[in-house]
């Protein structure tokens, strides 16, 4: 009965995902796309092996680890999953072969397709539906051959009630199978996620504990080497008194970089008050353009004016800077930045844009963590403080980026009500 094998099938989909879920506590599977395309590859071959044989075609769950290996691992990894299947397909019996070679491209084409639109997507429940899309596209993929290979070998006119009930019943199986397999899959990525996060959090409460501790150790030395170097730098000329400006100018980075390192543990928002948003951003241009000219970058700016937000002014300053500094620095000679700010979701959303070289997939899931930078000399830590910042203030700050093309960076923060009055009026 198709009906018996289809359950044997769905519990061979659901193998590699127990698998999935046992590796990924000790590696961040995402980065091993062959391996996890091998091993779905494996549950497809399993679903062959144990397909039902009617119509001279093979009716199995092959294509729900496809679909699954193309959107959560990547082309290769599908790439590698339909060889294994080919191979495995022409070993157990060459007939129709033909048929299941150009069923398998074609539903292969289709989660290619949207892969790059789904990985942008944050929400489970439209992931998963997109993961259900691609099951309504597999199997119309398989009514349209089996009805072509029916047609060219006449028996399209025999069982046609038998044949309607066989495809309805198969297409709701599959269907339902990708559905529970995309929900378990994006259960583990959401524990994997947490996992990072609270080792994350534990590095950062760890060093913010260092920080606090050493502060007011250092800050003390460093006020009085301040204060004893500005007394003599007012007794001195010419070459001697540029020393002592260039250590003054090494005392002052080295109180930032304490501020930092406290800012990144507990981000001190102070008294909040409101902001024209886009008021702060021109500001930052003004402040940054003689950076851009020496470095050949050109700013574009396109704001959006009466946007007001209730924050910390000079924190957000801060935080923005930095992000802008970065997109310039990314940008390199002959680059362009552009910075956008309008309503989004009832939010202000501020985009950055810049067209540099650009970060991979791995690199963008890093940025913000502590101790990473794309820069040759960087600690990332002003990144990850300015993701402190923005979370702090009810905000949200996301990367996203490809290779060659450049790197877009969207903060949004809660409007003030004075501009959603605005709006309304």
């Not at 018996?4 to 099938?9: A, G, W």
């Not at 913010?208 to 150790?217: I, K, R, V």
């Not at 009810?394 to 809660?414: A, F, H």
Request: charged share 20%; hydrophobic share 50%; with cysteine.
């Amino acid at each position: 009965m198709l009906v018996d094998k289809l359950l044997v099938n769905i519990f061979l989909v659901f193998v590699p995902l127990l698998v999935y879920s046992a590796l990924s506590d000790h590696r961040h599977m995402k980065h091993a796309p062959l391996l996890m395309g091998g091993v779905l590859g494996v549950s497809s071959v399993l679903c062959i092996t144990f397909a039902y044989i009617w119509y001279g075609l093979y009716w199995d769950l092959r294509y729900v680890p496809l679909i699954l290996s193309v959107l959560y691992f990547g082309p290769k990894a599908g790439l590698l999953n339909i060889t294994v299947m080919v191979l495995v397909r022409i070993y157990v019996g060459p007939e129709s072969i033909q048929v299941g070679l150009l069923s398998m491209i074609l539903c292969y084409l289709g989660p290619f397709l949207v892969r790059k639109r789904f990985m942008q997507i944050k929400g489970m429940f439209l992931r998963v539906g997109i993961n259900m899309l691609m099951s309504i596209w597999a199997s119309m993929v398989m009514l349209i051959i089996l009805l072509i290979h029916s047609w060219a070998n006449g028996k399209l006119d025999k069982d046609e009630i038998e044949l309607i009930k066989i495809i309805f019943g198969f297409g709701v199986i599959q269907f339902l199978s990708v559905g529970a397999s995309s929900f378990w899959m994006e259960f583990s990525l959401e524990r994997e996620e947490m996992r990072r996060k609270i080792r994350q959090a534990e590095r950062i409460n760890t060093l913010g504990e260092l920080a606090a501790s050493m502060a007011h150790e250092v800050r003390n030395p460093l006020t009085v080497i301040k204060g004893f170097l500005q007394m003599v730098q007012s007794g001195l000329e010419g070459k001697n008194r540029r020393y002592i400006a260039l250590a003054l100018a090494e005392v002052d980075r080295a109180e930032r970089i304490i501020s930092d390192y406290l800012n990144l543990s507990r981000p001190q928002i102070g008294k909040t008050e409101l902001m024209d948003l886009s008021g702060m951003v021109q500001q930052i241009v003004l402040l940054l353009k003689p950076m851009a000219t020496k470095q050949g970058v050109r700013l574009y700016t396109e704001l959006r004016n009466e946007i007001y937000v209730h924050t910390d002014r000079n924190q957000l300053l801060q935080a923005l800077v930095h992000v802008t500094r970065n997109a310039i620095e990314a940008a390199e000679d002959g680059g362009r930045v552009y910075i956008t700010l309008a309503i989004q979701e009832e939010k202000a959303c501020l985009n950055i844009r810049d067209n540099g070289k650009g970060m991979s997939q791995e690199h963008l899931e890093r940025v913000g963590t502590l101790f990473f930078s794309t820069k040759e000399v960087g600690t990332g830590l002003g990144t990850a403080v300015s993701f402190r910042i923005i979370e702090a203030m009810n905000g949200s700050i996301r990367y996203e980026s490809e290779p060659g093309v450049g790197t877009k960076v969207i903060i949004l923060l809660p409007l003030a009500q004075e501009t959603l009055l605005a709006a309304e009026g």
